[in-house]
Nanobody
């Protein structure tokens, strides 16, 4: 059973920073991709940032230059560093893991990020 547990969300003022963490546990042999998604009230869930098993990254245009996805393989943890936060970044952020062997698609429980003065 694969589990993802996010942490690091909270309330921050515009222009501030937060770092989200996603701790991964469970049994699998290979990962195809990991990523962060977000869902704001009344909106669909959208991709924020992703990283392939080879380290190739992809970002939503709205966060390019402000957010950075990274991973620590020794800690089985994926991070999302968020800088220069804006009110429109307010959403529930979800960690996602796509495994190749065995094939699977896993989600964390979500962590709330609120950007407000």
């Amino acid at each position: 059973q694969v589990q993802l547990v996010e942490s690091g969300g909270g309330l921050v003022q515009p222009g501030g920073s937060l770092r989200l963490s996603c701790a991964v546990s469970g049994s699998f042999f290979s990962v195809s991709a990991m990523g962060w998604y977000r869902q704001a009230p009344g909106k669909e869930r959208e991709l924020v940032a992703s990283m392939t098993s080879r380290g190739l990254t992809n970002y939503a245009d709205s966060v390019k230059g402000r957010f950075t996805i990274s991973r620590d393989n020794a800690k089985n943890t994926v991070y999302l560093q968020m800088n220069s936060l804006k009110p429109e970044d307010t959403a529930v952020y979800y960690c996602n893991l796509k495994t190749a062997i065995p094939r699977g698609d896993y989600w964390g429980q979500g962590t709330q990020v609120t950007v407000s003065s």
